[in-house]
């Protein structure tokens, strides 16, 4: 594993993310998969750094086999939630609003994208949501 620190071109704000190789990095980059953190640009760059490498203890394999065992559970749980919410996309924090706001409760809940700040201001506005690791897999 490999830690970044990736800098926004559009907001200039820097934010530190995990990759599991430079190779992976540049192929997310590439397909525009990487967001910034702060305002959901796609206009991400890495910064220059000393990156920190997660070292892996293979004589026994205890470190691979818990991500193994944390991406199943991952996996398993955002299954649970694309089975059982509705996915808003981009207008989860117009419908987290909506909904909260509205005298008229919805009973399916849902999820989709907020940044880090977002999120943090549904929380001070009363409305609980969270951030979720998101594992997109093709074969999920």
Not at 9 to 23: H, Q
Not at 50 to 70: M, Q, R, T, V, W
Not at 80 to 86: A, L, S
Request: proline share 1%; net charge positive.
């Amino acid at each position: 594993m490999i830690k970044y620190r990736l800098k926004c071109k559009s907001c200039s704000k820097s934010f530190d993310s995990w990759f599991s190789s430079s190779c992976e990095y540049e192929k997310l980059r590439k397909k525009e998969y990487l967001n910034c953190h702060f305002c959901n640009s796609k206009d991400i760059c890495k910064t220059l750094m000393a990156p920190n490498l997660l070292s892996l203890n293979f004589k026994d394999g205890n470190d691979i086999k818990k991500n193994k065992e944390i991406k199943k559970k991952i996996i398993e749980f955002q299954n649970f939630i694309k089975n059982n919410f509705e996915n808003v996309g981009d207008d989860f924090v117009y419908k987290a609003r909506t909904l909260h706001y509205n005298s008229r409760k919805k009973t399916k809940g849902m999820f989709g994208n907020a940044t880090k700040e977002q999120i943090a201001d549904l929380n001070e506005e009363g409305i609980e949501a969270h951030l979720f690791p998101w594992i997109d897999d093709k074969n999920n």
